[in-house]
């Protein structure tokens, strides 16, 4: 038997990871329950703003499962103590301050083996509720493809600017016709 190789497991297995977000708030609220579903302490903080933001919701439902959740206020920072799956566990979570508390319980339900009920009557929330049911009983759990829908909603508003400042000043697209396609997208001037 490797002694040696047990200790250094139980070491880093009794460990505090720490996990910094920074400002990033999606992170902040789906991470907590995929870290429970691990084995060990993980620490999430992030910049002061984040350490301000709602998180209770988030952290009641994770100890209403039987997770250890350490948090001095029920916001960030908060230490979450993975133990696995709980099989059998519920739990019920408000959507009034934000969908993502339970788009991130219902992502890890199938393999925590929990049950999630959602609570609450946000109208501006529940689709993206039900965007993550969907998408979690299309999903191929046995293997498969499942495609993801290219979100570019994002490069939008460069794309969009990048055509309006080219509509103002056409003498650069003129100037030189090797750059055309380099990427640019083709906007015809306006002509009063």
Known sequence: ??????????????????????NAGTAARFLPPFLCLGQGAYRVSGVQRM????????????????????????????????TGPHHGATCSVRVEESSQFAS??????????????????????????????????????????YDVEPDASGASYFWGSLALA????????????SQRHAGRPEVSPSRA
């Open 166 to 177: 080219w509509q103002r000043e056409p003498h650069h697209r003129d100037a030189c016709p």
């Open 51 to 82: 350490h301000e933001r709602p998180q209770a919701a988030m952290l009641d439902a994770l100890r209403e499962l039987g997770y250890r959740v350490d948090s001095a206020n029920d916001r960030l920072p908060a230490i979450i103590h993975g």
């Open 104 to 145: 991130a319980l219902l992502l890890s339900e199938r393999i925590g083996r929990w049950k999630v009920r959602v609570t609450g009557d946000n109208k501006d929330e529940l689709p993206y509720v039900d965007m993550t049911r969907r998408l979690v009983n299309d999903f191929p759990w046995d293997g498969g493809v």
């Open 1 to 22: 038997m490797n002694h040696g190789r047990r200790s250094a497991a139980s070491a880093f297995f009794n460990s505090l990871l720490e996990l910094f977000v920074e």
